[in-house]
């Protein structure tokens, strides 16, 4: 007869089908298994039978309520039904079984961060440190709440204290450098992959939630400038993420391209079915490799990754056809500001218009229109950018 730590084997090895049927003889020959009722529970969740994997765990805790493991697989299940009271229950009852049950207070400081409960979410992340201070992951959730929260100087020493603890990770290390107002260039290659790969599922959501408007705005403002393409323009989206400005460039477009570094966001904007080609790559370097390819350029919320703008702007005017246009948006720097460029403590750098136009016309551009417009929100308040369109100055006799 085979045992449940058969069926143990069996499930981390990934041979489901076979875990399956040693749970099911155990519960044949013993319908009050507990432990079989949890894992086959488990089992069930992993093959996306939520229901049943919430009955036998349930008929699990009915046989045997005090075992905090069924609680805290319990608490996982339920969070899947979107219902707040039921996991956050269930956790709980985990902990007070087991109350340094790290696991627990992990998926409870998830949830209560799922539901917008910082104050709450932050101290269960804190519980978890105490308990494991190896466990990056709850570094991480709480840097980002202090950011979320407003909290500068806790956030600051957050971001800190993660970066220490997972120094090879990029956005622990650009975060880190953003608080500590030490910026580099540009937002390293392995930070833009990681953080969007991370955010692809559910980057577009997040947006809405926003209000994020950047390609909006610049499809008007490149309509004033070209205002019947009819298809036969050539276009780049440079840093097309999952595709947003795809859908509102399409009419235009002869040939549509996308190129982005992060290979998840990628896989959202090819399921959008609007472009012809999407590469995965550094912009700068795929513009550089494409001279004098496209009719425009369109670059919506992908600058405010780099400081210095010349070699992004260099490389633009390189792939651009004479008298081809260069659309883009920017984070403003206050209009009384001095500086050129500055990255703030969100991970993104702002830039002054007087900047923005002395760079266009050493990349020689001309610069057509730097008005202001609201790009998202963040963290309640009015992000306000910089809506540009430029054109590539053609040769002498062209």
Not at 107 to 132: I, K, P, T
Not at 169 to 191: S, T, V
Request: hydrophobic share 45%; aromatic share 8%.
């Amino acid at each position: 007869m085979p045992t449940i730590h058969d069926a143990f084997e069996h499930h981390k090895q990934g041979r489901l089908e076979k875990a399956e049927a040693v749970y099911q003889q155990l519960l044949a020959a013993a319908p009050g298994d507990s432990d079989a009722l949890h894992y086959f529970g488990v089992l069930r969740m992993s093959q996306g039978r939520r229901d049943e994997a919430i009955d036998l765990v349930t008929r699990a805790l009915k046989i045997a309520p005090l075992n905090p493991d069924a609680w805290n697989s319990l608490g996982n299940m339920v969070a899947a039904t979107g219902k707040p009271n039921a996991p956050e229950y269930a956790f709980k009852r985990a902990l007070e079984l087991k109350p340094d049950y790290l696991e627990a207070w992990y998926n409870l400081g998830n949830h209560y961060r799922r539901h917008r409960r910082r104050e709450e979410a932050l101290n269960c992340f804190r519980r978890v440190l105490d308990l494991n201070p190896r466990i990056t992951g709850a570094y991480e959730n709480c840097a980002m709440l202090l950011h979320r929260m407003g909290r500068p100087e806790e956030a600051n020493a957050a971001f800190k204290a993660w970066h220490a603890a997972d120094p090879d990770n990029p956005i622990a290390r650009h975060m880190a450098l953003a608080y500590a107002h030490e910026a580099p260039p540009r937002a390293d290659d392995a930070y833009v992959v990681k953080m969007f790969d991370k955010m692809s599922g559910y980057f577009d959501e997040s947006l809405g939630r926003l209000g994020y408007a950047a390609p909006a705005l610049l499809s008007v403002a490149v309509a004033e400038f070209i205002p019947y393409a009819e298809g036969r323009l050539v276009v780049l989206d440079a840093g097309c993420g999952t595709g947003l400005c795809g859908p509102l460039l399409r009419s235009s477009a002869r040939r549509l391209v996308g190129v982005d570094l992060s290979s998840g966001m990628l896989a959202r904007a090819r399921e959008r079915a609007v472009y012809d080609e999407l590469h995965e790559g550094e912009l700068v370097a795929f513009m550089a490799a494409h001279p004098a390819a496209f009719d425009l350029v369109l670059s919506a919320d992908t600058l405010v990754y780099f400081g210095p703008l010349e070699a992004a702007f260099a490389a633009a005017a390189s792939t651009l056809k004479p008298g081809a246009l260069f659309a883009f948006t920017l984070e403003a720097e206050p209009a009384d500001s001095t500086e050129k460029h500055r990255l703030h403590p969100h991970g993104r750098y702002s830039h002054g218009a007087a900047y923005v136009r002395d760079c266009l016309a050493a990349a020689g551009f001309e610069l057509l229109q730097l008005e202001d417009g609201v790009l998202r929100k963040e963290t309640g308040a009015d992000v306000h950018g910089h809506v540009t369109i430029a054109r590539k100055k053609s040769l002498p006799g062209q």
